[in-house]
């Protein structure tokens, strides 16, 4: 009997498929090979102790067999000292509430796998899954399986105790593979010693109403998007504040980043990390841009962040450019470019609820800088897109450890008016 020609070609794409995925095997190195551990970090309370790492793609494969960094997954490791006279209970959900049980991880990565391999494997992951009691004086370690973030992983311990008695632990764990843009900026040799003005509080509002008004391009015969932001505050006390509210770090530019960039743009998909582009202050791109993605890569807020040659309070300053992505056009200049919404004064405020929400500010408040251009009157940026803006740039200051709504200043500068005005 021959079989009709559909039915063939089914067949044997069939036993492709089955030839493919019976090579697949269960296979893991022993965890102390694997360095994750040297990158650890330990925090204290009293008489408990917790270290926490984060596994990079590469460390997922050799320590639990599966690339599991392609779903979507990240394993957090932790170890939970407890010299304390009573017992205390680990809440997973205080690092993701969208964390994954270990047997659901091993489910998405079993194809392929015989019956036996896949009880081992359900085993192996259920086994290195952290317990979630830890009695008086006892250790525990183990993994939480969490939603993937690249680059810089912000996530609390919280522990409970006897007693109602609640401890939690705040971490901020840098995690290999992201080519993040500001690492490959030297900020000790940005500027000398001696280039560094300090201002007291009266000198110090002047000196930001004369910081340049906008952005440039790389020769610096052209104006851009206008410097709407100052961050005060230490350059660790800044980057948490942004991580914790949720802003990524971006990429450089290189062949994997600008062909996920590419495919965001064509299919309209979500890429945390994209690249942004150079813009010029001090004679130089920025040194640090973050960016929060939100439903595609074509609708996004991001900033631009250069590090200024002052000091106020003792804290550095940065000064910043922030708009929002609202989607793309195509330009004479770049061929494809992002269209700003020409409201920049509402993404600068939205940055200033942002981070209140998120308990990253000590105080706020608004000066001039940069230059009224009503709704009637608008600017240009450097690709073209007209913005307009009452002329005030935020200050913030701002805090690498939570503070409440009822704790932050405003600071009676300026107050901020709609520019709505044609005149």
């Keep these: 009997m021959v079989m009709p020609r559909r039915t063939s070609v089914l067949a044997i794409w069939l036993l492709v498929i089955l030839a493919v995925t019976g090579c697949a095997t269960f296979k893991t190195q022993p965890m102390a090979e694997i360095p994750f551990k040297e990158r650890a970090q330990t925090q204290q309370q009293g008489d408990v102790r917790v270290t926490a790492s984060v596994l990079s793609a590469e460390e997922c494969k050799a320590a639990f067999g599966a690339k599991l960094y392609k779903k979507k997954v990240q394993p957090v490791w932790l170890e939970i000292e407890n010299a304390e006279e009573g017992p205390l209970w680990f809440l997973p959900v205080g690092i993701d509430p969208e964390y994954f049980s270990p047997l659901e991880v091993a489910y998405m990565n079993r194809s392929g796998l015989s019956k036996n391999e896949k009880r081992q494997m359900d085993r192996y992951f259920h086994e290195h899954g952290i317990e979630k009691y830890i009695p008086p004086g006892e250790t525990k370690s183990g993994f939480v399986f969490t939603p993937l973030d690249e680059g810089t992983k912000h996530f609390n311990v919280d522990l409970i105790g006897k007693g109602n008695r609640f401890l939690s632990f705040t971490f901020f764990v840098s995690v290999p593979g992201l080519k993040a843009d500001h690492q490959n900026v030297d900020f000790y040799t940005l500027y000398a010693e001696d280039d560094f003005v300090s201002y007291d509080a009266e000198s110090f509002r002047k000196a930001v109403e004369d910081l340049p008004c906008c952005t440039a391009n790389k020769a610096g015969a052209e104006q851009g998007d206008p410097l709407n932001l100052v961050i005060i505050g230490e350059g660790e006390d800044m980057f948490r504040a942004f991580i914790r509210a949720g802003w990524d770090e971006t990429e450089t530019i290189y062949g994997a980043s600008a062909w996920k960039t590419s495919k965001s743009f064509l299919f309209g998909g979500q890429y945390r990390y994209s690249p942004i582009s150079a813009l010029h202050v001090f004679g130089r791109s920025q040194d640090i841009a973050f960016q929060k993605a939100r439903g595609s890569i074509h609708e996004r807020n991001h900033l631009r962040l250069w590090l200024a040659p002052m000091l106020f309070e003792g804290k550095l300053v940065w000064l910043g450019q922030i708009s929002r992505d609202i989607g793309v056009r195509w330009t004479t200049k770049t061929i494809i470019t992002h269209k700003i919404d020409p409201d920049v004064d509402e993404t600068r405020d939205f940055l200033i609820q942002d981070l209140l929400y998120s308990q990253g500010v000590e105080k706020f408040g608004y000066?001039?800088?940069?230059?009224?251009?009503?709704?009637?009157?608008?600017?240009?940026?450097?690709?073209?897109?007209?913005?307009?803006?009452?002329?005030?740039?935020?200050?913030?200051?701002?805090?690498?450890?939570?503070?409440?709504?009822?704790?932050?200043?405003?600071?009676?500068?300026?107050?901020?008016?709609?520019?709505?005005?044609?005149?």
Excluded: H, M, Q
């Excluded at 200051?397 to 503070?403: I, K, L, Q």
């Design 367 to 423: 000066v001039k800088g940069v230059g009224k251009a009503p709704i009637g009157a608008p600017r240009g940026n450097l690709t073209g897109d007209p913005y307009f803006t009452d002329g005030l740039r935020v200050v913030l200051w701002v805090s690498g450890e939570p503070v409440g709504f009822a704790d932050v200043e405003f600071v009676e500068w300026e107050i901020p008016r709609e520019a709505k005005s044609s005149n």
